[in-house]
């Protein structure tokens, strides 16, 4: 006897929209390394809540500077001990995490002289970090997926021009991911020239620490508008909306769960450029578990 499943129009509507809005969804990248009471590399991997893990950071560079990894409690770099990460960041690859090495942040010492220094940095981060080669690697011979421009210091002067020597490698085989975390006031001091190139896969814009362009109970208003610039005038595959992942992860502009999920995310994932969220930091996330009351949602 032939059976006939009878499926209502409203019914397939509800199948379409909900394929749609799965369709949006995004994912959370986190920055791990400036606290060693936040687990291990491969720990924050196995929790499955992150698409994205940025290391950081890379605080000194170029300048005729000796490029150093400060990891904080996690390794001692000066003893090459920080060269076992490699099967920490090979163990999140195999579970479909990018692992990402950060420049910059906010306390470091980096500047670049001139377009040739920014070419000797890109040599130095490919022959250590990514897929070239050398005796001395950081962190071991595991390839990495990509940089992160976290600069918040020195001058805006020839970023542009490491985003595009870094870009060039990716025609030497694996792709070199190019991420960035600029702050919100439109355009960024620092990286908005290198921006404008159009070899950034994913920015995360730091909505926080920013009074005139973050979330604020009473008003939307200035977050939204910044968002709007942000993903219609940068030329980037996905913008993320980057937030700290507790109070106290940053002077101002934590959003709380409920605000975030019935207010901040309505507003902006209908964007084609929407990506997810960036969250400081893993450390943050373990003491307010910020990204497991967020993750369905994002």
Excluded at 83 to 101: F, M, N, R
Excluded at 226 to 247: E, H, N, R, V, Y
Excluded at 253 to 277: C, E, M, Q, R, W
């Amino acid at each position: 006897m032939a059976f006939k499943l009878k499926i209502s129009v409203p019914f397939i509507c509800l199948i379409v929209l909900a394929l749609a809005t799965g369709s949006n969804g995004g994912g959370i990248s986190i920055y791990w390394g400036q606290n060693g009471n936040e687990g291990t590399l491969a720990e924050t991997c196995a929790t499955g809540k992150y698409e994205y893990v940025n290391i950081a950071f890379l605080a000194t560079f170029g300048n005729g500077q000796t490029p150093m990894i400060n990891l904080a409690g996690h390794c001692d770099p000066y003893s090459n001990g920080c060269t076992g990460l490699s099967s920490d960041i090979k163990s999140c690859q195999a579970k479909g995490v990018k692992v990402i090495l950060s420049l910059g942040g906010g306390a470091g010492s980096y500047s670049l002289a001139s377009s040739d220094d920014a070419r000797q940095v890109a040599t130095y981060l490919w022959n250590n970090f990514l897929g070239g080669t050398s005796s001395s690697r950081p962190l071991g011979p595991a390839v990495l997926d990509g940089i992160d421009f976290d600069i918040e210091g020195g001058t805006g002067e020839h970023w542009d021009d490491l985003a595009k020597y870094l870009s060039g490698y990716s025609k030497k085989g694996k792709k070199v991911y190019l991420t960035a975390a600029p702050q919100c006031p439109f355009p960024d001091a620092w990286v908005g020239n290198a921006l404008k190139t159009g070899v950034f896969d994913y920015v995360w814009v730091q909505f926080y620490n920013n009074p005139p362009c973050q979330y604020s109970s009473a008003d939307i208003a200035n977050l939204e508008d910044a968002w709007k610039q942000w993903t219609s005038d940068i030329p980037a595959t996905k913008i993320f909306l980057g937030l700290p992942a507790s109070p106290d992860a940053a002077g101002s502009g934590f959003i709380p769960v409920n605000d975030l999920t019935s207010k901040v995310l309505p507003a902006i994932k209908n964007s084609s450029k929407y990506g997810g969220v960036m969250l400081w930091s893993k450390y943050y996330d373990d003491q307010s578990g910020y990204s497991s009351s967020i993750k369905s949602q994002v």
